[in-house]
């Protein structure tokens, strides 16, 4: 499967972004999509993934509450909604697919097979 992830900017602090993940080439119905984001200098870290189902959703601490990930089966589509956005959520963002994640992995990039070319979101203050 190929992923194409869209929708960056730059966008001040409290803001809002959606993320777009756009899928072809496989059964996006049946994989397990997430988001990942690398700031500079640091390491990969894992934003939020939803399961194959569409009902399960998994956020990374420091995105809980702020960030939502949904996907839209029909249009082969994830998309990360971010509203109060702060500084430190400046990083590359990319999206990343695989249809064999368990749920003790989710949160591991190197679980995933498939992934977008990124995104770059930054937050002025």
């Known amino acids: 499967v190929q992923l194409q992830a869209s929708g960056g900017g730059l966008v001040q602090a409290g803001g809002s972004l959606r993320l777009s993940c756009a899928a072809s080439g496989g059964t996006f119905r049946r994989y397990t999509v997430a988001w990942f984001r690398q700031a500079p200098g640091k390491e990969r870290e894992f934003v939020a993934a939803?399961?194959?189902?569409?009902?399960?959703?998994y956020y990374g601490d420091s995105v809980k509450g702020r960030f939502a990930i949904t996907r839209d089966n029909a249009k082969n589509t994830v998309y990360l909604q971010m509203d109060s956005l702060k500084p430190e959520d400046t990083a590359v963002y990319y999206c990343?697919?695989?249809?064999?994640?368990?749920?003790?992995?989710?949160?591991?990039?190197?679980?995933?097979?498939?992934w977008g070319q990124g995104t770059l979101v930054t937050v002025s203050s």
């Open positions: 990343a697919a695989d249809s064999q994640i368990i749920l003790s992995s989710m949160r591991m990039g190197d679980s995933y097979d498939y």
């Open positions: 939803l399961r194959s189902s569409g009902s399960a959703t």
